[in-house]
């Protein structure tokens, strides 16, 4: 019987097929997707008033063979993921297929992460903002959904969800609250974000504004192929929080808490392409993402080495905030976004790779500890049966040599005191022959060398 089963059968609750299905999952692979991005032949153009204009057509430089398959048109390389989402139709696809299995995961206890990484303009922030407006459908609109807040999480016991956005400025090397202006104090502790701030969400119409006012805070500018290209990296965490009802305080211990997190990376980007000015403060930020997602990939391959001895979090702000998604604590899915335009063959396929070598990590998820859900009747019982079966007490020792010494006459202490100060003489004479004996040694060692 598995300890998952074993557990809940200690509880008395049913088992159910789909506690068996989440126990399997709990150890496997990092979860590999590719996203290819309506393809539309355009070039850039110079001037910032239009970032695009038409040209001939040309035909893309990648083909979706399969589901899971994607290859380069102008060679025979292939890579193959978990799945492969190709088009206008990947949105609504990811979301039934990726993001919503993680979020039934985050309703068990596990942390589930998406990580959006891909060139500069080939659709992560879309793409993010896309999941995000699903969540929050599913979370208020949707009564029949598995993630309503209308469906309660267990007897005796309430449900409040809230939402942290945090800025990762790579040129800057330093995290920036996006929901609280002018705060510096977040900090990493076990692998994880903390001092940021976390806003609840009451309604949908809420959360949509609290999270658009945090997107306005995020770092932008404005290039030849990105409009609106992000200069950072930012990290979007969705906190489920179960608490005994009645409750108001969401840090206590007997708290349970999961996390749906999406992290939309910065694009890897290069100078020529995006034509920003040499020196620049534009250029200096893209090398430092292009800095930050190289020690990601580093990472990334350390994960999946099994040789591997060190794994260098922290080599960059960015792979010290998500040590604890990628070190195992919670289900990992990476979302490789693709640019099917010949021109960036070459970035596609560098994105490509990353993701390939992605999905070699491997990682066992941990579930949140439940709440305690027994009555005071139930834990006085259990109780009663523990003490039934405990053994007869034993007894310390040193409180038994202490309360006969208590008991013997005082002569019998004096000898006690007179043998212990014998021993003490005789230790310390072998504690002079052995410095004697020493400096002896030493001394006839020394003697050769100096001739």
């Avoid at 979860?31 to 991005?37: D, G, I, S, T």
């Avoid at 790779?353 to 005071?376: G, H, Y």
Wanted: proline fraction near 4%; include cysteine.
């Amino acid at each position: 019987m598995s300890n998952l089963t074993q557990s809940l059968a200690g509880r008395k609750q049913k088992i159910t097929k789909a506690d068996l299905t989440m126990e399997k999952r709990h150890s496997c692979k990092v979860c590999a997707v590719a996203v290819v991005a309506p393809y539309t032949a355009h070039a850039a153009a110079n001037t910032p008033s239009s970032h695009v204009r038409d040209i001939a057509p040309t035909a893309p430089c990648v083909e979706v063979c399969k589901k899971s398959v994607i290859k380069m048109a102008s060679k025979e390389t292939s890579w193959t993921f978990d799945s492969v989402f190709k088009g206008t139709e990947n949105q609504e696809s990811l979301w039934t297929d990726i993001a919503q299995p993680g979020l039934h995961q985050v309703m068990q206890g596990v942390d589930s992460t998406l990580i959006h990484y891909g060139q500069t303009g080939s659709g992560k922030t879309y793409t993010t903002k896309k999941i995000i407006t699903h969540f929050l459908e599913n979370l208020f609109t949707s009564s029949d959904s598995p993630i309503s807040v209308n469906f309660s999480a267990c007897q005796g016991s309430e449900v409040v969800w809230k939402v942290s956005m945090v800025e990762v400025y790579s040129y800057a090397r330093a995290y920036k609250d996006l929901l609280r202006l002018n705060n510096n104090g977040i900090t990493i502790k076990q692998g994880r974000l903390h001092g940021a701030t976390e806003s609840k969400m009451a309604s949908e119409s809420e959360a949509m504004a609290i999270i658009a006012a945090g997107l306005d805070r995020r770092t932008t500018a404005s290039h030849k192929m990105n409009a609106s290209s992000s200069r950072s990296h930012l990290i979007i965490s969705f906190h489920r929080i179960v608490r005994p009802s009645g409750t108001t305080d969401t840090a206590a211990t007997n708290n349970r808490t999961s996390s749906f997190t999406l992290v939309d990376l910065a694009g890897s980007e290069k100078r020529q392409k995006t034509g920003v000015a040499k020196d620049s403060l534009m250029e200096k930020e893209g090398t430092a993402i292009n800095q930050s997602l190289t020690v990601l990939g580093r990472v990334c391959a350390q994960l999946g080495d099994p040789k591997r001895s060190h794994i260098a979090y922290r080599d960059d702000h960015l792979t010290r905030a998500l040590q604890s998604s990628m070190s195992g604590k919670g289900q990992l899915t990476l979302i490789a976004h693709v640019n099917p335009d010949p021109s960036h063959a070459a970035e596609t396929a560098e994105t490509l790779n990353f993701a390939k070598q992605a999905s070699l990590m491997r990682a066992k998820t941990v579930a949140a500890a439940e709440p305690m859900k027994q009555s005071r009747a139930e834990l006085e019982q259990d109780n009663l049966a523990l003490k039934q079966r405990a053994p007869e007490p034993r007894v310390n020792p040193l409180e038994a040599q202490t309360a006969q010494s208590d008991e013997q006459p005082d002569e019998d202490v004096d000898a006690m005191q007179q043998e212990f100060q014998a021993c003490l003489q005789r230790t310390r004479a072998l504690q002079r022959s052995f410095t004697r004996n020493l400096n002896v040694a030493l001394k006839n060692l020394r003697a050769p060398l100096r001739q």
